[in-house]
């Protein structure tokens, strides 16, 4: 698998960051996009971090600081899981049949249970934020965090059937050989980026990566119970709630 042409693709598809049109060109689409996903979680948690050094070095008030740390990742990646969020809580909060549901995370329109979990997530995530008071190196935890929610959302894709086999998450995944691939490359990135939060954040790191190795076992059987695969809502559903909880272990953690 090549590098270059993966991050090109996975960028080009997961986040607003521009990528130069010579090398969208040679991008590679079809497993490349998903095995490179956790470099856009670096990205993301780098400049998220970067962004909390700089609001202590200016002494900016916490809040404002935590309310940035809420809109920078709609910045980065334009929110695309966020309405992976939105579409799942909608299918689910119907309680209608397995079709039924593939139907309502395909529609384009936005549900009232799409927008109450939407306003849940960012109050609890703000919550988090503004309550954290990290050291130094526990603030770099951003990083790891971010890329082991990708690695594992797209370890999903790569690993369990698909339910819209013409869906995005399908036509991304590519062919058995790609998938194969792509699943490679991903635990590696995956165990790496679990062994980094562990050493940056100490036992509320560990107790983050564990819980998300969990709700990863966890979000693929109810995948295939309930809907009888993946999709690109799913996993990025899956994405936001394991970051969730990840900042969560790593807050509440470090505090206790």
Not at 144 to 169: D, F, N
């Amino acid at each position: 698998m090549r590098v270059m042409p993966s991050l090109a693709a996975s960028f080009a598809t997961f986040s607003r960051i521009p990528v130069p049109q010579r090398l969208l060109d040679r991008a590679d689409w079809s497993g490349g996009a998903l095995a490179a996903l956790p470099a856009v979680g670096v990205v993301q948690g780098a400049i998220m971090a970067a962004w909390l050094f700089a609001a202590r070095a200016c002494s900016l008030p916490e809040l404002v600081g935590a309310a940035v740390l809420v809109a920078l990742p709609f910045v980065v990646n334009g929110g695309i899981h966020m309405d992976g969020l939105s579409d799942v809580a909608d299918a689910v909060s119907s309680h209608a049949a397995r079709e039924r549901k593939l139907e309502i995370m395909k529609d384009p329109h936005i549900g009232a249970f799409g927008v109450m979990a939407i306003a849940l997530y960012l109050l609890l995530q703000f919550s988090l934020f503004a309550s954290w008071e990290p050291r130094a190196l526990e603030v770099l935890a951003l990083i790891p965090l971010c890329a082991l929610s990708r690695g594992l959302g797209a370890l999903c894709i790569v690993t369990l059937p698909h339910a819209r086999p013409g869906g995005m998450a399908a036509t991304l995944a590519g062919d058995s050989a790609h998938e194969r691939a792509s699943r490679s490359a991903l635990i590696v990135q995956v165990l790496l980026a679990a062994g980094l939060l562990v050493a940056l954040s100490g036992i509320p790191g560990a107790c983050a990566a564990g819980c998300a190795l969990a709700a990863f076992a966890a979000h693929r059987h109810r995948c295939l119970k309930e809907f009888g695969g993946i999709t690109g809502d799913l996993a990025g559903w899956f994405i936001q709630l394991s970051e969730l909880a990840m900042l969560a272990f790593v807050v509440l953690g470090g505090r206790l």
